[in-house]
């Protein structure tokens, strides 16, 4: 059939070899099918060489180019492109309108393209001055004239055209190459300004847990530090959240859970907040299970930014009410509706869209950590656009309160899944363990060997990555708890080096680091670690974590770790 076509075609590869040509195009060109399949385009057809001003190779060598790397056609304006007509080497004048189209593979990549020419010499040489038959009428020789003038015209302007387009477009893949490093940067800044603010966190946070275990009675300096120090952690984990969140780079670890345990979760945590403060926070559950499929861990941060949010725009003394509820969907599905409502300080309702933008704070916080930075409620949309859903915010007007409804799909019906298990007790003791910390830095390792000792745990501290390898070989641990940015030897080496070197299933690895994406926590599974834990770790957290481990059924070396928020 492509033989047969009535238009010149020949066919190219991505290196510009003729691959396929029609009879029409051996027929346009004088050519010969032998000769040309295989050869570059240019080798078989070069420029005139009598020619000084012969710009086709050129123009059909830009235009080829472009569609290579636009995956677009290309439509040239009128061309002379002299042929070779025989052994001797004479060219003949030639006039071409050109189409290059592509050819793409199932990733939109180009393989070929298919070079369709019609012949317009005649049309050319017929209304050249000069060359028509002297009894044309004159005004006929100016009619063919105009039209002369105006085809070359035409061409040249969509000649311009198309550099223009070509121009413009090189413009646009420049300006998204520079979008996309300037994206790289301001992540790998993130990232790395979490991980230099995360490390101080961490001495600070540890040594404030070794402050309240030799104060039992408390200390108001103390319950200062750990109150800012919460507050900090918070703020550091708000700027890798929103970034990931609000470029849609979340990644969700997603299960078929009861929504009603994730917002009872989040409650707990925040209570004593509200307590401290002196809110009130009122709660509404339904009697029967909420299933959704999500991610646990954040459908918990989205509900504790939203009730963070209600006691920080809400007065001493006010209420904030978080209800759950379902409704009916219009395609027959449902939705978990999550409400939470206050009495506080309200907004204008014209700005209830602003209210998700990044770093944009409603004016007249109230609350404790009332400063922030405005980074909450995006995240709270990030996750709920993830799990498809949605966040909606209402007030009546200032000084009248505030709605923030989030709807979530409900998980469609199943047959007999029996209800989710509960997670072992994080509360029960556990016996002590045998650790290895691998840190370099002094005081967070000094706080965390003095920490899991006064636990009963036997901890041994290491500086470096090799003084750790020698220790974890030198004698039997049931923990190695390492950081990445060690000195000497990267954390990955040293967890690749355990694995070949400890009996399997003898010894967990954690790793512990400011960087804590999803990029480091994969780099650190691949490596061998059984977790990774983001700086600043709190002991309370680990000893959870550890708990879990310990007292679950399931055999120490097979038990994979439970979902954590630090995690």
Same mark, same amino acid.
């Given at each position: 059939m492509f033989d047969a076509t009535p238009s010149p075609c020949l066919v190219l590869d991505a290196e510009l070899r003729i691959i396929e040509v029609?009879?029409?195009?051996?027929?346009?060109?004088?050519?010969?099918?032998?000769?040309?399949?295989?050869?570059?385009?240019?080798?078989?057809?070069?420029?005139?060489?009598?020619?000084?001003?012969?710009?086709?190779?050129?123009?059909?060598?830009?235009?080829?180019?472009?569609?290579?790397?636009?995956?677009?056609?290309?439509?040239?304006?009128?061309?002379?492109?002299?042929?070779?007509?025989?052994?001797?080497?004479?060219f003949e004048e030639r006039y071409w309108s050109p189409v290059n189209a592509p050819v793409l593979d199932g990733n939109g990549a180009v393989t070929h393209i298919i070079h369709r020419v019609e012949d317009v010499t005649a049309f050319v040489?017929?209304?050249?001055?000069?060359?028509?038959?002297?009894?044309?009428?004159a005004g006929r020789r100016q009619r063919a004239e105009r039209m002369e003038g105006e085809l070359f015209a035409r061409s040249r302007e969509v000649q311009e055209a198309n550099q223009r387009l070509l121009r413009a477009n090189e413009a646009l893949t420049a300006a998204g190459a520079a979008l996309r490093a300037q994206q790289q940067a301001k992540d790998r800044f993130i990232a790395t300004l979490s991980h230099e603010l995360r490390n101080p966190l961490a001495a600070l946070q540890a040594a404030g847990e070794l402050l309240a275990l030799d104060s039992p009675a408390g200390h108001p300096a103390l319950a200062v530090l750990q109150r800012q120090l919460t507050q900090m952690t918070r703020m550091?984990?708000?700027?890798?959240?929103?970034?990931?969140?609000?470029?849609?780079?979340?990644?969700?670890v997603r299960e078929r859970l009861d929504l009603r345990a994730v917002i009872a979760t989040a409650v707990h945590d925040i209570r004593p907040e509200y307590? &401290? @403060?002196?809110?009130?926070?009122?709660?509404? %559950? *339904?009697?029967? !299970?909420?299933?959704v499929v999500g991610d646990r861990v954040r459908l918990a941060q989205?509900?504790?930014?939203?009730?963070?949010?209600?006691?920080?725009?809400?007065?001493?003394?006010?209420?904030?009410?978080?209800?759950?509820?379902?409704?009916?969907?219009?395609?027959?599905?449902?939705?978990?509706?999550?409400?939470?409502?206050?009495?506080?300080?309200?907004?204008?309702?014209?700005?209830?869209?602003?209210?998700?933008?990044?770093f944009v704070r409603a004016a007249g916080a109230v609350g404790a950590g009332a400063g922030g930075l405005g980074l909450g409620l995006p995240i709270v949309r990030g996750i709920a656009e993830l799990h498809g859903g949605m966040v909606r915010a209402h007030s009546d007007g200032p000084g009248r309160g505030a709605r923030f409804c989030v709807r979530l799909p409900v998980a469609p019906r199943a047959e007999d899944?029996? &209800? @989710?298990?509960?997670?072992?007790?994080?509360? %029960? *003791?556990?016996? !002590?363990?045998?650790?290895?910390?691998?840190?370099?830095?002094?005081?967070?390792?000094?706080?965390?060997?003095?920490?899991?000792?006064?636990?009963?745990?036997?901890?041994?501290?290491?500086?470096?990555?090799r003084d750790g390898l020698a220790a974890a070989v030198a004698a039997p641990y049931d923990l190695v708890l390492s950081d990445l940015a060690l000195p000497d030897v990267h954390g990955h080496q040293v967890a690749r080096r355990l694995r070949e070197t400890l009996p399997p299933g003898r010894t967990r690895l954690i790793a512990v680091s400011g960087f804590s994406q999803e990029a480091d926590r994969a780099g650190s599974a691949r490596s061998g670690f059984d977790a990774h834990l983001a700086k600043p770790l709190s002991l309370a957290a680990l000893d959870g974590v550890l708990a879990r481990w310990v007292n679950?059924?399931?055999p120490w070396p097979h038990k994979p770790l439970p979902p954590h928020p630090d995690h």
């Open positions: 029609n009879r029409a195009y051996l027929a346009a060109t004088r050519t010969d099918r032998r000769t040309l399949l295989g050869r570059p385009i240019f080798d078989a057809f070069p420029d005139n060489p009598s020619d000084a001003a012969a710009d086709g190779v050129r123009n059909l060598g830009r235009s080829l180019r472009n569609v290579l790397a636009t995956g677009r056609p290309d439509v040239m304006a009128l061309q002379r492109y002299d042929i070779l007509t025989g052994p001797d080497g004479r040489l017929m209304h050249r001055p000069g060359r028509r038959p002297q009894r044309d009428a550091t984990d708000d700027l890798l959240d929103a970034a990931k969140a609000l470029t849609g780079r979340l990644q969700l307590a &401290r @403060t002196g809110r009130v926070l009122r709660v509404s %559950l *339904p009697p029967r !299970p909420v299933p989205m509900t504790a930014n939203l009730l963070n949010n209600g006691c920080k725009y809400t007065r001493c003394g006010g209420t904030v009410t978080i209800v759950l509820d379902t409704a009916a969907a219009p395609d027959g599905g449902g939705h978990a509706v999550t409400t939470v409502s206050d009495d506080g300080i309200g907004f204008d309702p014209a700005t209830a869209d602003t209210l998700f933008e990044a899944r029996g &209800r @989710t298990a509960d997670e072992p007790d994080p509360d %029960l *003791p556990r016996p !002590p363990l045998r650790i290895l910390v691998i840190e370099d830095n002094t005081d967070l390792a000094t706080t965390y060997r003095t920490l899991l000792e006064r636990h009963g745990d036997r901890v041994t501290v290491c500086r470096t990555g679950d059924p399931t």
